[in-house]
């Protein structure tokens, strides 16, 4: 079982920058693709970034330019850089492990790759 868990949310204005982290269980981030996903009121939830085990990254056309996915695997843990951010960037925010196989009955799927292991989420407030 994989453990995630997010920190680094907060307030913010609008064009300001926040780092979300995500520490994760065991050598998760470098056994698995990772993603960040967000969900804001009355919204689904939305795929974000991702960066699969090659270092590839990609990105929700929403986000591209303004947000940067990495990963420390020494420190097993994720990051997201927000920068520029928006009254519409806010959202609970969640990292997200996953795999392009088929692993578990109830994924969510994001630029070919299927999530199953989720952290608990940090709120991102942007305030114009």
């Known amino acids: 079982q994989v453990q995630l868990v997010e920190s680094g949310g907060g307030s913010v204005q609008s064009g300001g920058s926040l780092r979300l982290s995500c520490a994760a269980s065991?050598?998760?981030?470098?056994?698995?693709?990772m993603g960040w996903f967000r969900q804001a009121p009355g919204k689904e939830r939305e795929g974000i970034a991702s960066r699969n085990l090659d270092g590839q990254t990609t990105y929700a056309d929403s986000v591209k330019g303004r947000f940067t996915i990495s990963q420390d695997n020494a420190k097993n843990t994720l990051y997201l850089q927000m920068d520029s951010l928006k009254p519409e960037d806010t959202a609970m925010y969640f990292c997200?492990?996953?795999?392009?196989?088929?692993?578990?009955?109830?994924?969510?799927?994001?630029?070919?790759?299927?999530?199953?292991?989720w952290g608990q989420g940090t709120q991102v407030i942007v305030s114009s």
């Open positions: 997200a492990a996953g795999s392009e196989f088929h692993f578990c009955d109830a994924p969510r799927r994001f630029r070919g790759v299927e999530y199953c292991y």
């Open positions: 065991r050598d998760s981030v470098s056994s698995y693709s």
